[in-house]
């Protein structure tokens, strides 16, 4: 009893605090989200330039209208003077919504699915939502070559989990090349074997044979509804293979792989073996050596979803430099700056700033690093990433400029409904450390009398880099 007590204090302080205990009119706006039309604002449209003292109606969940002295209607009226509008952030590389990232047990797991597993009530969600981000990509971790599907998401935090699923995005997979995969800093238990592969070369081979077995399989398939077209009912069907069958979607063109790479040599053989295979990579993630291969990158077409100044935080990071993102994006290269930390994942505005600070990216060209680029590298860029009458109205409402370190977000919304008030927010914490102080009154919450503290929940550890967390190990 006492721990259930304690637990609730905990969670209800730490999540409260943050806006897990939505106002009213959120959990209400599902039923009715007004029209709203935001005054008067500089509304960065990222792909239109910078509008001054414009206006942006939101209708049905909806970009309506983008312009001067727009008619409001019926519609609620926000001023925005001096306050600045832009599409809300996409983060490429995120792991909130999942406690355990890794299925480490194979080196090949394209049947796992994280949207199988998902947390709606992570409130690190609602911390983004508070840095302007809207939408995420759930990825697997990188223990695997071939980890597990990815989820695109839009952060409706205080939802049932459904109505987080970002309607037509891509379908993707997590791959992963170097030490993580090859397990670089695993060590097994006495008696325990190692898992193959154990090196670089074991990588791109467990990769080469899982493709060569997925081609098979389409073949035996295509054979097989071949024959049945032409009238042949005799036939028994191929077995099945749930590992295989993502694999053969990334050869038709129907699954992303989103890849966790840092070196140079093994992005080339990643772009060589899907050559061989005949399929795209979409993004390279971290890809802090693509300034080595930027040209290369560009001429197979994919992304890159890195970090802003990242870098030596292990041995496969020391060649990684500030000037990363302006030097792929001068070669042609889709370039994004990602989070992979629930942390960073608040601030990726600042993030984005940095590539004009390293590298002289326009302003435009910077905002597209955490709007449109992202968006694109998801599939999901005809929705989202930048303001356009008939997109999502996915936006933030800054009070300064985003890429200024003094700004802050106001609103947030996604699909038009508000997920974030900063007024609300400061409105209900009087109210959240008035329930706490009643709760700490409660005897089961009381200290022991011999002195000791009450126990607490453990956390999960905080960490800056998800993507390299193997449940608890650091390599």
Request: net charge neutral; proline share 5%; aromatic share 8%.
């Amino acid at each position: 009893m006492r721990q259930r007590f304690i637990y609730f204090l905990t969670w209800s302080m730490i999540a409260g605090i943050a806006g897990f205990l939505m106002p009213e009119t959120y959990a209400q706006g599902r039923a009715s989200a007004p029209d709203t039309l935001i005054r008067n604002a500089t509304v960065l449209t990222v792909t239109r330039g910078t509008l001054q003292n414009a206006d942006v109606l939101i209708r049905n969940g909806k970009i309506a209208a983008v312009g001067k002295n727009l008619n409001a209607g019926n519609a609620r009226v926000i001023d925005g003077t001096g306050k600045y509008v832009m599409p809300g952030i996409v983060d490429c590389h995120s792991h909130s919504m999942l406690d355990a990232i890794n299925e480490g047990s194979l080196s090949v797991t394209s049947m796992a699915r994280t949207n199988d597993a998902l947390n709606p009530n992570d409130v690190d969600l609602y911390r983004a939502l508070a840095g302007g981000v809207t939408a995420l990509n759930l990825l697997h971790g990188s223990a695997n070559a071939i980890g597990g599907q990815n989820t695109v998401v839009k952060i409706k935090y205080g939802r049932p989990v459904e109505e987080f699923f970002f309607p037509g995005a891509m379908p993707g997979i997590k791959f992963a090349l170097g030490e993580n995969p090859k397990r670089s800093s695993f060590n097994p238990q006495p008696g325990q074997q190692r898992r193959y592969p154990a090196t670089r070369m074991g990588v791109e081979e467990v990769i080469r044979e899982a493709f060569t077995r997925a081609r098979d399989y389409k073949k035996a398939w295509d054979e097989y509804r071949a024959e049945r077209g032409r009238g042949n009912q005799n036939l028994v069907p191929p077995r099945r293979d749930l590992q295989l069958e993502p694999l053969v979607e990334v050869m038709e063109g129907k699954r992303f792989v989103h890849a966790h790479c840092y070196r140079a040599d093994e992005i080339l053989m990643l772009i060589n073996l899907a050559n061989e295979f005949g399929f795209k990579i979409k993004t390279f993630q971290h890809t802090l050596e693509g300034y080595k291969v930027a040209k290369e990158i560009a001429q197979h077409g994919a992304g890159a979803s890195i970090f802003a100044d990242n870098w030596a935080y292990k041995i496969e990071a020391y060649d990684a430099i500030p000037y990363n993102a302006a030097i792929m994006t001068r070669a042609g290269v889709n370039v994004s700056m990602n989070s992979d930390s629930d942390e960073r994942a608040r601030r990726l505005n600042i993030e984005a700033a940095k590539a004009m600070r390293y590298g002289d990216l326009s302003e435009e060209e910077a905002l597209k690093l955490v709007t449109w680029n992202p968006a694109w590298q998801l599939g999901i860029q005809d929705r989202v990433g930048s303001i356009e009458v008939g997109k999502d109205a996915d936006l933030a409402i800054w009070t300064g400029h985003p890429l200024s370190v003094y700004s802050r977000v106001d609103t947030t919304f996604v699909d038009g409904e508000v997920f974030f008030d900063r007024q609300q927010d400061l409105a209900r914490r009087a109210d959240i450390l008035k329930e706490r102080a009643q709760l700490e009154q409660a005897e089961p919450n009381r200290p022991p009398l011999g002195g000791a503290s009450p126990q607490t929940p453990r956390r999960r550890r905080p960490t800056n880099h998800d993507d390299d967390i193997w449940e608890g190990e650091q390599p």
